[in-house]
């Protein structure tokens, strides 16, 4: 039997796209096998109350699709639109509900009719469209993905595609084994170093009779960017609160996603605030970021794991004086909405194999539950709420603290933090006690890209003269270890003294 597609919105507004949506359902040759669209303005007359025949139509449907636009339309006795009406019965009765919103329509929505918008995005995943031609694809979309997640038809999806022009010689098996030895200490991992290729991408099961799929290229590939260009992170620096030149810093991160992670988390937290807090619990200087190094993570990481790779957008990672702001070319799952985003919840990723490796790596550590987890955290921190948007993709906001906890020098508290806006450098000088090897600073700085941590932190400290190797004439020594200078003791007085520290 085929399932009842309710299509809700003001008729005038809408009856141009109304019209378009009925008929494609009817025509288009997969959807026309599973879908009957219901429109009040075709149904037969029945002698009964128009009230009574559009919303016993609603508790008939399947699938509750709802248009928004400017208008709010006819209002009952009640002070309500059908549309609404028929939307709020919809919820009641639990029907799968899909919303879409006409894009430039914002400054002359009818205020009933944002309230309702606003009522909507807190509840539903939705799409914006503009033109009747990208309505029709969006809901297409969000159709055919229905009928893959009940299993009435089966479309192999870029996740576990094989990668035609690739070939197991595309791996790069030191990065594979990197990740074994990472995967065995953090989840167990059945295969040791040295594993052949296909018998541990086949258990990731990214690799199959055909060859690799896209997923082992995007993890474990010797050049990503061969066979996906778009799959890249961009970030950028700005100075204020909105996008203007000049950008002080910005960068195009390209290689695996482990890499393409780490160095974007790394980009962010060495450019953010620290709190330079008293010594507490150890002799270690305390320095913590003014946003957990977890929040920023957890961000980047659904970003790049969840996105289309299939669009050619990229992430985007923004710091912003006031937010960080972290997009990808993707959307919602129909089973979510934003408030659920908000705790732990069922988890849908988009590519599945993609997200399994980096949870083996360590990077997700339980599924469905990132986003909980970074509001959890901000509030801790004492920061503002997150937001999220689906106007283009899907992106998240995270909300620096206030304009005067953090502007320079110690200019503030948050949550009994004090914040500094220490260099690089000077974050290696703060952190270097006594002797340590490379990875104890890193580890002490909560930085994972090796690469990025010995050009922007420590070489430049050794070239400033301000941090040395304790052997020198074996500067790749396994026993390798570094210490402060004359001068960078010197410094690290000076930081103390400058920031209170006790």
Known sequence: MKQKVFLSSVQKEFAKEREALHRHLLSDPVLQLFFEPILFEKLPALGEQPQNVYLKEVTHAEVFLILIGESYGYETATGISPTELEYDLAQKEAVFSLAFIKNDTDAERHPKETALLRKIQNNLSYKRFSTTEELIREVTKALVNLL????????????????????????????????????????????????????????????????????????????????????????????????????????????????????????????????????????????????PRPVIAEAIVNAVAHRDYQSTGSVQVMLFSDRVTISNPGGLPMELTLEKLKHDHASYPKNPHLAETLYQAGYIERFGTGTGEIFRLCAEAGLREPTFNLEEGFSITIYRPTTGQVTGQVTGQVTGQVFTNLTPIERVIWVLEAEMKRDEIQE???????????????????????????????????????????????????????????
């Open 148 to 291: 893959q997640q009940k299993g009435l038809i089966q479309i192999e999806g870029f996740d576990s595609s094989i990668a035609k022009k690739a070939s197991l010689l595309d791996i790069d098996e030191e990065k594979l084994n990197h990740f074994i030895n990472i995967a065995r200490h953090k989840r167990g991992f059945p295969f040791r170093e040295g594993s052949a290729a296909s018998k541990v991408l086949s258990h990731l099961d990214l690799y199959l009779a055909d060859g690799v799929t896209n997923s082992a290229l995007l993890a474990f590939g010797k050049n990503p960017q061969q066979f996906f260009p778009a799959a890249v992170v961009k970030c950028a620096h700005f100075h204020g609160d909105f996008i203007a030149k000049p950008i002080p810093d910005h960068r195009v991160i390209k290689g695996d996603v482990f890499m393409q992670v780490d160095e974007a988390v790394d980009f962010i937290l060495a450019k953010i605030a620290v709190t330079v807090g008293m010594r507490l619990e150890s002799n270690q200087a305390p320095l913590k970021y003014e946003i």
């Open 444 to 502: 002490a700085l909560e930085l994972k890209h090796r690469d990025n941590f010995r050009a922007n932190y420590l070489n430049p400290a050794i070239e400033e003269g301000w941090v040395e190797m304790t052997i020198p004439d074996k500067p790749t020594s396994s026993k390798q270890t570094y210490r402060l200078t004359r001068n960078g003791l010197k410094k690290k007085t000076e930081l103390k003294a400058k920031n209170n520290y006790i």
